[in-house]
T-cell receptor, first 113, second 111 residues
Framework: DQQVKQNSPSLSVQEGRISILNCDYT??????FLWYKKYPAEGPTFLIS???IKDKNEDGRFTVFLNKSAKHLSLHIVPSQPGDSAVYFC????????????WGLGTSLAVNP | NAGVTQTPKFQVLKTGQSMTLQCAQD?????MYWYRQDPGMGLRLIYY???????DKGEVPNGYNVSRLNKREFSLRLESAAPSQTSVYFC??????????FGPGTRLLVL
């Protein structure tokens, strides 16, 4: 049973527009959430994170929103650029889970020029 | 400061052969991880080491063994490779707030 779900396998947006990637989770014990970006033939790279005590975290063009009551988080990329085309993974940490992360299956984002 | 390094980058094995994937980190992190990534399956945890001297099974440990050689190095061994172990393998180390930093990956093909 997947505790972290990324229900959209793929997303396509136009350059300059907003990209919104979504992630749902089931475990209310998750205390920290992370987004990673992965290019083909490379390892995932950390993008942005948010603690469960916050509802928003911003870093340049990237903003993560957390809605704890809905057990939902989203990553907003504004404006989207062709270089943002990659697979984005959502991950969650459970304070009692001995430093492991629970991963979603990823969303492939294509930003079209 | 190289971060997380993995060797080899590519490997082709025949069924039944053995090999060891090497991983090293220079970020002084306590925790280290081995994942495999298969199409449509996301990242699946094979083994992890929360600190030097400890190792624990992840989601898919069967067919693998690990060694936490010291704080820097964490190796993954396939004793008798099977075609089902064809995958991309990623090593990661864990830093502040459980943020994990990944190596570039090892692409393994088992024939």
């Amino acid at each position: 049973d997947q505790q972290v779900k990324q229900n959209s396998p793929s997303l396509s947006v136009q350059e300059g527009r907003i990209s919104i990637l979504n992630c749902d989770y089931t475990n209310s014990m998750f205390d920290y959430f992370l987004w990673y970006k992965k290019y083909p033939a490379e390892g995932p790279t950390f993008l942005i994170s948010i603690s469960s005590i916050k509802d928003k975290n911003e870093d340049g063009r990237f903003t993560v929103f957390l809605n704890k009551s809905a057990k939902h988080l989203s990553l907003h990329i504004v404006p989207s650029q062709p270089g943002d085309s990659a697979v984005y993974f959502c991950a969650a940490h459970n304070a009692g889970n001995n430093r492991k992360l629970i991963w979603g299956l990823g969303t492939s984002l294509a930003v079209n020029p | 400061n190289a971060g997380v390094t993995q060797t080899p980058k590519f490997q082709v094995l025949k069924t039944g052969q053995s090999m060891t994937l090497q991983c090293a980190q220079d970020m002084n992190h306590n925790s280290m991880y081995w994942y495999r990534q298969d199409p449509g399956m996301g990242l699946r945890l094979i083994y992890y080491s929360a600190s030097e001297g400890t190792t624990d099974k992840g989601e898919v440990p069967n067919g693998y063994n690990v060694s936490r050689l010291n704080k820097r190095e964490f190796s993954l061994r396939l004793e008798s490779a099977a075609p089902s172990q064809t995958s991309v393998y990623f090593c990661a180390s864990g830093g502040y707030q459980e943020t994990q930093y990944f190596g570039p990956g090892t692409r393994l093909l088992v024939l």
